[in-house]
């Protein structure tokens, strides 16, 4: 009996190679368009999931932006209940605060200031208003917990704001009204604008109560202040979780794909905003059904030649071509780049792909010399960009996004003593410990993708103390992720910035005390002229003094003896001496804070030595805090002038810096056995003049006296000293007179500065 099997086999392996090819390339194109067909199923059923989870990933982005405004929010108010304006009420100064701080953001609507009643007491945009009915206001002044505001039109700009509040409490913990500030609700809607969303996404923000704030894009369906369709807010208000994804119907009637979020202040507080984005079903998923469709035609059309190119290839003698083919193509999988498929026999298609064959593998071959190229620019590239990072001055350190360390430049490892092998590849907090507080800011950083400088952060070496300006720098692209970290050195910058801030502070002072001065010396002059007019009229050898008396039948001689009797005179001259060092005091003072002319002069030492003592024994800060007027000064002068070539203003202050010095280390020490004492001391030398301050304090140590004239170097408490008196006085002695200084000093055995300056000015 025959096989109807082996017949029907027999019968399919007779027929010729085109119509077996045909067979063949149908049954193997037949598997590839089922799974096409399934692929682009399966791709529509991801781009709908892609499109919810866009939704969700926006809607998520909407509440972090959110949450950055209310920090931003929160932060502003609390940095401006800080302020005296706002501490002391002084109402005045809050409106010109709040409205400077309007005019440089313009996404503000109002700054203002409320009593407990709720009455507008200072605000940056008149008029002030009862704001006692407002809902931000009721919750703060219930709850004692910054409040944030429902869908309303300002007062005084009639456009949709929403309100941040910060309550105050006084003294005793009572709330005493708020600080609040509003912003404008169309800057939603130019960041919305600004982002890159599908054209088919709406965006809605509503109020605890369903009223829309923000509407995006603009529709006359979807006015501002209105309520929310209701089947989507009822839906929404609801729900048991505050994050929903769901499909409804839009007030057009188009069936929606919707995200939402509630957003809370406070996990236990009740929502205070909801963000809402819908996409229409029909215009998310246009471009899947386009897919879709795309590939249920490509999958025929992939049949149909594959059957026709079956068919062309059975009529051909396809033999050799292959054989041909095939072991070129195993010596390229094996790694010989050389190897080609022979294309001078066999059908045109076979010689074809053999050309293309050969075709690709050169182009493999001269690609892959490309690549191996490439390598090598690469690693050049790579030599060159660590080149660049270990000669810049600022210290680098690179991490990847899990915080680990993946670079280390020169100047980082010297600025933290850390060698590269111990750091790399370790947790940045463990590695560097100066980075341990700032892993925040780092995430911050990384997190919205955007650098972010972190300024004068103290770093303490040894025992000195740095100012480090940190800057983040997130890196993503390619896949990878992680932060540039950059440290700058700024701390004589900040220290110049202080000097000048100091040096502007003590012009004005200067100013100030010429201006004292000047009217000082009014009433002073008239004290003077008065107790000189007094003294005349009392002298008895005057003739008008004779005639006055003798009208009156007065005794001159017995009015004398009773002012001498009861010391009227001894007072009256006491007035005229106190007066005339008064006068003397305050031409001292103006001379000393009228602005050097840096013109050199011939001058005396003597003469610059008794005014600055002179200019001492009248300084407040001496008086207060170190009793100069209990200090023995010696003076030791040479009988004739020492003149010198100088600016006496300069040299002046030089001396009184040194003084001070002075009294401030007798007035640190104890003094049992021995009188607090400073020694002035003037030579004159051959080509100079010679001018010694000496104490019997307490001395100092060879560490100290080598630093006295370092900038900002100081031995006094923090608050009493800049460390810049000895510094500036060696810059004046030095640099501006071309004289020199030394400090000589013992532990327990006093001070002693000496300064020599040339008795002429070089030419």
Not at 221 to 248: K, M, N, Q
């Amino acid at each position: 009996m025959v096989n109807p099997a082996r017949t029907m086999s027999g019968r399919l392996f007779s027929r010729s190679v085109a119509t077996l090819l045909v067979a063949v390339a149908l049954l193997a194109a037949l598997p590839a368009t089922l799974a096409f067909i399934w692929t682009s199923i399966e791709a529509r059923g991801r781009a709908e999931a892609e499109v919810t989870a866009d939704l969700v990933t926006l809607t998520r982005s909407l509440a972090a932006v959110q949450e950055a405004i209310n920090r931003q929010a929160l932060g502003m108010l609390e940095t401006l209940r800080a302020t005296r304006s706002v501490t002391n009420r002084e109402l005045d100064s809050a409106n010109r605060l709040f409205a400077a701080i309007l005019a440089g953001r313009p996404e503000l609507s109002n700054i203002f200031l409320t009593d407990a009643a709720g009455r507008v007491i200072a605000s940056g945009v008149k008029p002030f208003a009862d704001l006692s009915d407002r809902k931000y206001f009721r919750d703060a002044a219930a709850s004692k917990q910054p409040g944030i505001g429902e869908f309303i039109l300002g007062r005084a700009t009639g456009k949709p704001i929403l309100v941040y509040a910060l309550p105050l409490l006084d003294d005793h913990d009572e709330f005493s009204g708020i600080l609040a500030l509003a912003y404008f609700l169309d800057g939603y809607e130019r960041f919305v604008a600004g982002l890159d969303m599908p054209p088919h996404v709406r965006v809605t923000l509503l109020d605890p109560s369903g009223r829309r704030m923000v509407a995006y894009p603009p529709n006359p369906i979807y006015p501002l202040g209105e309520p929310a369709f209701a089947p989507i807010w009822d839906h929404v208000r609801d729900a048991a979780s505050d994050a929903l994804t769901f499909t409804s119907a839009r007030p057009t009637g188009q069936v929606a794909l919707l995200s939402s979020l509630r957003l809370r202040q406070f996990p236990d507080a009740p929502p205070y905003m909801t963000i809402i984005l819908s996409s229409a079903r029909d215009e998310a998923f246009a471009e899947a059904d386009l897919l879709l469709r795309r590939g249920l035609i490509l999958a025929a059309v992939a049949v149909l030649l594959a059957l026709a190119l079956g068919r062309l290839a059975g009529r051909a003698a396809i033999g050799r071509g292959i054989e041909s083919l095939d072991r070129a193509a195993a010596a390229l999988a094996g790694g010989d780049l050389s190897a080609r498929a022979a294309v001078d026999g066999g059908a045109a298609e076979v010689r074809r792909l053999g050309e293309s064959f050969n075709t690709m593998a050169g182009t493999i071959e001269i690609r892959q010399q490309e690549l191996a190229n490439a390598a090598k620019a690469m690693e050049k590239l790579r030599g060159q960009l660590s080149n660049i990072l270990e000669s810049m001055p600022s210290a680098i350190i690179g991490l990847d996004a899990a915080g680990r360390v993946t670079h280390l430049n020169a100047q980082a490892a010297t600025l933290f003593g850390l060698s590269r092998e111990t750091v790399m590849g370790r947790e940045a907090a463990l590695a560097v410990p100066f980075l341990a507080g700032h892993m925040d800011a780092m995430e911050d950083a990384l997190r919205q993708r955007r650098s972010l400088l972190l300024e004068r952060m103290p770093l303490r070496r040894g025992d000195d103390d740095r100012l480090m300006n940190m800057l983040f720098y997130p890196l993503v692209a390619n896949g990878a992720e992680g932060v540039v970290i950059r440290l700058d050195d700024v701390t004589e910058r900040e220290r110049l910035r202080e000097l000048m801030i100091q040096t502007e502070k003590m012009m004005s002072v200067g100013g100030l005390a010429a201006g004292m001065a000047h009217e000082i010396n009014n009433p002073l002059g008239s004290i003077l002229q008065a107790a000189q007019v007094v003294e005349l009229q009392l002298d008895p050898a005057l003739p008008a003094n004779q005639e006055a008396a003798r009208k009156l039948g007065l005794d001159l001689a017995d009015v004398r003896a009773y002012l001498e009797a009861r010391k009227v005179l001894k007072f009256l001259a006491g007035i005229r001496e106190a007066g005339l060092r008064a006068a003397s005091i305050v031409a001292s003072m103006l001379e000393f804070s009228r602005q050097s002319d840096s013109r050199h002069v011939q001058a005396d030492l003597r003469a610059m030595a008794d005014k600055s003592l002179s200019l001492a024994e009248s300084d407040y800060d001496l008086k207060k805090r170190y009793d100069f007027k209990h200090i023995t000064i010696e003076r030791d002068y040479p009988d004739k002038p020492v003149t010198v070539s100088c600016a006496p203003t300069e040299i002046e202050q030089v001396l009184l810096n040194l003084l001070k010095n002075a009294a401030h280390a007798l007035a640190g020490a104890a003094h049992e056995n021995k009188t607090p004492t400073i020694t002035v001391r003037v030579r004159a030398l051959p080509e100079a003049g010679e001018i010694v301050v000496a104490d019997n304090g307490p001395g100092m140590d060879e560490a100290t006296r080598a630093r006295v004239f370092e900038p900002f170097f100081t031995t006094k408490p923090a608050g009493e000293g800049t460390g810049l008196g000895l510094s500036v006085s060696y810059f004046i002695i030095v640099n501006n007179h071309g004289g020199g200084v030394r400090m000589d000093a013992e532990p327990g055995a006093g001070t002693r500065c000496t300064i020599t300056l040339p008795r002429r000015e070089k030419a």
